[in-house]
C-alpha cells in the first residue's frame, strides 16, 4: 500500500464532520443575524449542538454589540484547525499565512453555499407547500432569507406572478463568490 493510501479517505472525514459542524456554527450566527426564534426546534438543536463550546468562548471572549463574537471565533477556530489537519496529510499547506486565508475563503464559501441553498430550499417549499403551513424550516428560512430577497423584489416588476427574486439572487451570490473567493485564496 502507498504511503498516501489512507490521506483520502481521512480528508474526506475531515472535511465532512469539520463542514457540517461549522455549518451549524455557522447557522448560530445566521440564527442571531435572522432574529429565529428562540423556541423553534431548529433553533434549539443548534443551540445544543454548539452551547458548549461557546459557553466556553464566552468566558474569555465577550459580546461586541449584537454580535455574538464566541460564535464567530469558534466558527474561524474550526476552519483554522480543519485546514491544519488537512495540511498534516497535505504538507503544501503548512504554512500559516496560507491556512489563515483558506481559512477565511472556507468560511465565505461556507456563507454562499448557506444562503443558496436556502433560497432553494425557499423555492421549493413554495411550490410544495401553502404559506401557513406548521412546517418550522419555512419562518426560519424565510427570515433568512429576506433581507437578500426584498431589496431586489422592491425593483422588479411583477411578471404574471413569476418572483425571479430567488434566481437573481442566487445569480448574485454566485458572482460574488466568483469576484472574492480568488482574492482570498490568492490562487492557491
Do not use: C
Not at 68 to 92: C, G
Not at 114 to 131: C, D, E, G, R
Amino acid at each position: 500500500m502507498p504511503s498516501g493510501y489512507f490521506s483520502q479517505p481521512i480528508l474526506f472525514i475531515i472535511e465532512v464532520l469539520f463542514g457540517l459542524y461549522m455549518g451549524i456554527v455557522a447557522l448560530r450566527i445566521i440564527m442571531q443575524w435572522a432574529h429565529w426564534e428562540y423556541h423553534n426546534p431548529l433553533v434549539q438543536l443548534i443551540i445544543r449542538a454548539t452551547q458548549i463550546p461557546v459557553k466556553f468562548l464566552r468566558r474569555f471572549i465577550p459580546p461586541v454589540g449584537r454580535w455574538d463574537t464566541a460564535t464567530i471565533v469558534l466558527l474561524v477556530v474550526l476552519a483554522i484547525l480543519k485546514l491544519f489537519l488537512m495540511a498534516l496529510l497535505q504538507p503544501s499547506l503548512l504554512n500559516l499565512i496560507v491556512i489563515l486565508r483558506l481559512a477565511l475563503a472556507d468560511i465565505f464559501s461556507l456563507f454562499i453555499t448557506l444562503f443558496s441553498a436556502s433560497i432553494i430550499i425557499q423555492v421549493i417549499l413554495s411550490w410544495i407547500q401553502p404559506h401557513n403551513s406548521d412546517n418550522p424550516i419555512t419562518p426560519l428560512i424565510s427570515r433568512m432569507n429576506n433581507p437578500l430577497l426584498r431589496p431586489i423584489r422592491q425593483r422588479l416588476p411583477v411578471m404574471s406572478g413569476l418572483d425571479l427574486s430567488p434566481l437573481i439572487v442566487l445569480l448574485g451570490l454566485q458572482l460574488l463568490a466568483m469576484l472574492v473567493l480568488p482574492l482570498l485564496t490568492g490562487g492557491l
